[in-house]
T-cell receptor, first 114, second 114 residues
Framework: ETGVTQTPRHLVMGMTNKKSLKCEQHLGHNAMYWYKQSAKKPLELMFV???????ENNSVPSRFSPECPNSSHLFLHLHTLQPEDSALYLC?????????????FGPGTRLTVT | AQSVTQPDIHITVSEGASLELRCNYS??????LFWYVQSPGQGLQLLLK??????LVQGIKGFEAEFKRSQSSFNLRKPSVHWSDAAEYFCAVATGNQGGKLIFGQGTELSVKP
């Protein structure tokens, strides 16, 4: 496996379900990100983890709960979602140093909430 | 606050024709600038980036972009488009004082006519 992988690639869930999205990076990076991509809207940054510590929570509703057990894995736990949460959820990683480095993206999980 | 504007939501060009995708940013100092491409069902792939130095940067797949401070622009160009270039293109900016946080434009969808 290379780069950034995400599972599952597609997920359909009801509003009362609990599910989790998984992201794994094989690049040795120390920062990981969750983005939400809705149709016709810019990518929205949801969470940032640096060295496993959450450094950004972009006013995301509590029905989204991130978890970063180590620098290679990132989860997004989902519960009692709303139909408007249907979107493509992208994970990314980067090697943060003193400045800015490019982010490497996974293929995304297409989430549909029914 | 920083922002990125991609004025063109959708562009159609003929195969073999030249391409220019526009990107304007709002930020007081010199930003870090990126262009990403997203093929259907895929994550984002970095095409090129500008951090400093030569204002004309070369990227992968024959793309280039020019940073123009006076116009706050970072337009993406390709001299001859191929059918495989059909995708969505995103411009992004980072400011260097917010870690790896990227601000994305809304994206430009490129269609290529045979």
């Amino acid at each position: 496996e290379t780069g950034v992988t995400q599972t599952p690639r597609h997920l359909v869930m009801g509003m009362t379900n609990k599910k989790s999205l998984k992201c794994e990076q094989h690049l040795g990076h120390n920062a990981m990100y969750w983005y939400k991509q809705s149709a016709k809207k810019p990518l929205e940054l949801m969470f940032v983890y640096n060295f496993k510590e959450q450094t950004e929570n972009n006013s995301v509703p509590s029905r989204f709960s991130p978890e970063c057990p180590n620098s290679s894995h990132l989860f997004l736990h989902l519960h009692t979602l709303q139909p408007e949460d249907s979107a493509l959820y992208l994970c990314a990683s980067s090697q943060e140093t003193q400045g800015v480095e490019e982010q490497y993206f996974g293929p995304g999980t297409r989430l549909t909430v029914t | 606050a920083q922002s990125v504007t991609q004025p063109d939501i959708h562009i159609t060009v003929s195969e073999g024709a030249s391409l220019e995708l526009r990107c304007n940013y709002s930020y007081g100092a010199t930003p870090y600038l990126f262009w990403y491409v997203q093929s259907p069902g895929q994550g984002l792939q970095l095409l090129l980036k500008y951090f400093s130095g030569d204002t004309l940067v070369q990227g992968i797949k024959g793309f280039e972009a020019e940073f123009k401070r006076s116009q706050s622009s970072f337009n993406l160009r390709k001299p001859s488009v191929h059918w495989s270039d059909a995708a969505e293109y995103f411009c992004a900016v980072a400011t260097g004082n917010q870690g790896g946080k990227l601000i994305f434009g809304q994206g430009t969808e490129l269609s290529v006519k045979p």
